[in-house]
Every structure is written in structure tokens, then in C-alpha cells.
């Protein structure tokens, strides 16, 4: 056997392993991604954690459950708060089922669109037992039984709680062996890309999700709060609920107006048009600053990154990959820039696209 067959049979053999690697683990892709992202963005502390304590394992077992806990506390209160207004929701849709829900002022003054509302609205919702006709145990007009939702959302819900589990399992290892794991991603990085290139591209990486972690979750608290005082002023029920579920809904771009908007709705359907309106526009204005200009100036300024590849790389990444792309996306965006500016640092020929000028 030549050397170069020997060469193309290792190759397969790699290429082989890897391949089945993948296959085994791609159920464990999503929280492996988390992990990382998440062992990133606070390794920082980690270090200064470890410092203080001098004790690794510690120290990564107190990170990981704290991190964890920023995860857990909100959405406890959350359920707290609404399994205090269970009884209150559930004589509502007593009523509501019993009586019918009027068709509110404003829906007949949408335009467009507010009169067929209106009419849909009339003709189910409106009607005596109509929440039980529209949740019935068969599909009517295309609706699914409630019983159907519930068990889908049961579903979703454990696996969900599966991989949340498991990101934190995969972040305590990341940060217990996390220097170990680095000297060896930068050994077969410099092995197969050059050490040189690859420490250009490598060092990037840990600023870029770091920035997008800052802007994307410090910006969309902030969020929350500007949009939770007009709750607040405009009498709200539950203001300190809604203002929590939009700045969790405001750390994805454009994810607030689900919150402000149905805000907005539960005033008009109180009748409180002014305040619903006075809602829905101040949401819409503290969306466009933050998701125009906050957002992408401060993952710009530490990416070093164009306003449109800050922007592109957010909402590209969300439409390809889902919440896990707000992270990835602006990454790409910046290893990209950095291909760029490579290229144009090497004189290429006259006629080249990407030859610097002489």
C-alpha cells in the first residue's frame, strides 16, 4: 500500500468517526451549544471565582447553580404569581363561557381587518358556551381541542426541561476543565489552520459572545423596566409580571411587542382605550431605540463590527437557527469581517476583488 493510499484510508477512517459522532450525539447538539455560549459569556467570573475560593470544582458547582438560579428565580415568580390569580382567571372563563365575552369597541375599528374580527368575534366568542364550542374536543374550523394543546405543550415542556438540565450539567464540566479543553481546541486549530491564523480567528470568538450576551440580555432588561413603568402608570394589573415577561421577551429582537401589545389589549378590552394606546406606542418607541441603535452599538463597539453585520448577524441568525442564532449569528458575522480584513491585508493581482490597492 502507497503512502498516499494510506493517507486517503486514514482520512475516511477520521472522517468516518466524526461523522458517527455526530450522529450519536445530535440530540445533544442544542444544550452542548448553551453550555458554551453560557461558559463564555461568564467565564470572567469563573476565574475571579476560583481566585477567591482556590478550589475548582467549588468554584464551578457555585457558578453553575448560580447562573442556573437567573434562570429558575424569574420563572417561579412567575408561576407564583400566577397561581395567585388562578382563581380570578378561572371564574372569568366561567363566565366568559357561560354569558359570552361582548365584542370590545375597539375591534370593529381595526383597519382592515375589524370587521371580519368583529364579525368571527360575534358569531363564537360572543355566544353562550362559545369558549366551550371553540375548545370542544374535535377540531371546529380549525382549531385544535384543548385538550390537544395541553398535551403538545406537556411534550414541549419536557424536553425543554431535559435540555435545560442538561446545559447546566455540560456548563459545570465546561468551566471544571475548561482551560483543559481550550489548549486542546487551540492545538488542532493551530495543527490544521496555522498557529497564527488561528489565533486571529480564535480570540475573536470569546469577544463577540461576550458582547452579544451583554447587549442582547442587559438591553432587554432595560427594556422591561422603561416599558413596565408605563404599565404601572397606566394601572395595570399585575404590572411587575408583564414588565418581567417583556424584558425576557425583549432579549430577542422584536420579541417585546408580544408583551406590550397584549398589554395593550387587555386595557382596550377594560376600556381603557388611552392607556392601551398610550402602551402600545411607548413600546414601540423604546423597541425601535433599542433594537436599531442600543443594541447594535454596543455589540458593535466591542466586535468592532458594522452597524448592518451587527444587525444582520442578530436577526439572520434568529431566522436560520432560532433563539441559539442570536449568539451565533453576530460570531459568524465577526469571524466573516475578519476573513475580510485578512484578504485585504495580502496584495493579491490587479484584477482581484479583494487586492488592496498599490
Request: charged share 10%; with cysteine.
Amino acid at each position: 500500500m502507497t503512502e498516499s493510499q494510506r493517507d486517503i484510508l486514514s482520512a475516511i477512517f477520521s472522517l468516518t468517526l466524526i461523522v458517527l459522532a455526530a450522529f450519536v450525539m445530535q440530540r445533544f447538539f442544542l444544550p452542548l451549544v448553551w453550555a458554551g455560549i453560557l461558559c463564555v459569556a461568564t467565564w470572567p467570573m469563573y476565574l475571579r471565582l476560583r481566585a477567591r475560593i482556590g478550589h475548582s470544582i467549588l468554584s464551578a458547582a457555585l457558578l453553575t447553580l448560580l447562573v442556573a438560579a437567573i434562570f429558575i428565580v424569574p420563572v417561579l415568580l412567575g408561576a407564583a404569581q400566577a397561581a395567585r390569580q388562578a382563581p380570578e382567571l378561572a371564574n372569568y372563563i366561567v363566565s366568559a363561557n357561560t354569558d359570552g365575552v361582548p365584542v370590545p369597541d375597539f375591534v370593529a375599528h381595526l383597519p382592515v381587518i375589524g370587521d371580519s374580527i368583529a364579525e368571527w368575534w360575534q358569531a363564537t366568542l360572543s355566544q353562550p358556551h362559545g369558549l366551550s364550542h371553540l375548545f370542544s374536543d374535535r377540531e371546529i374550523n380549525g382549531f385544535h381541542s384543548a385538550s390537544d394543546i395541553i398535551k403538545v405543550a406537556g411534550v414541549g415542556f419536557m424536553h425543554r426541561l431535559v435540555d435545560f438540565g442538561l446545559a447546566f450539567l455540560c456548563l459545570f464540566f465546561f468551566y471544571k476543565d475548561g482551560e483543559v479543553l481550550n489548549r486542546q481546541i487551540m492545538n488542532i486549530g493551530s495543527r490544521w489552520f496555522g498557529e497564527q491564523r488561528w489565533a486571529r480567528y480564535s480570540e475573536k470568538i470569546p469577544t463577540a459572545i461576550r458582547a452579544t450576551v451583554n447587549g442582547l440580555v442587559l438591553v432587554g432588561l432595560a427594556e422591561g423596566v422603561l416599558i413596565g413603568i408605563a404599565y404601572w402608570l397606566t394601572g395595570l394589573k399585575s404590572a411587575a409580571l408583564w414588565a418581567a415577561a417583556t424584558g425576557i421577551l425583549a432579549i430577542i429582537p422584536f420579541g417585546a411587542p408580544l408583551a406590550f401589545v397584549s398589554a395593550a389589549i387587555v386595557l382596550a378590552v377594560g376600556g381603557a382605550i388611552p392607556a392601551a394606546i398610550a402602551v402600545a406606542g411607548w413600546g414601540m418607541a423604546v423597541l425601535f431605540v433599542a433594537d436599531h441603535f442600543v443594541r447594535p452599538g454596543i455589540i458593535g463597539n466591542a466586535t468592532q463590527l458594522p452597524f448592518l453585520a451587527v444587525l444582520f448577524g442578530i436577526l439572520g441568525g434568529v431566522e436560520t437557527l432560532g433563539l441559539i442564532g442570536l449568539f451565533i449569528g453576530p460570531v459568524v458575522m465577526v469571524l466573516f469581517v475578519t476573513l475580510w480584513h485578512e484578504a485585504q491585508s495580502h496584495h493579491g493581482d490587479v484584477g482581484s476583488p479583494v487586492a488592496t490597492p498599490r
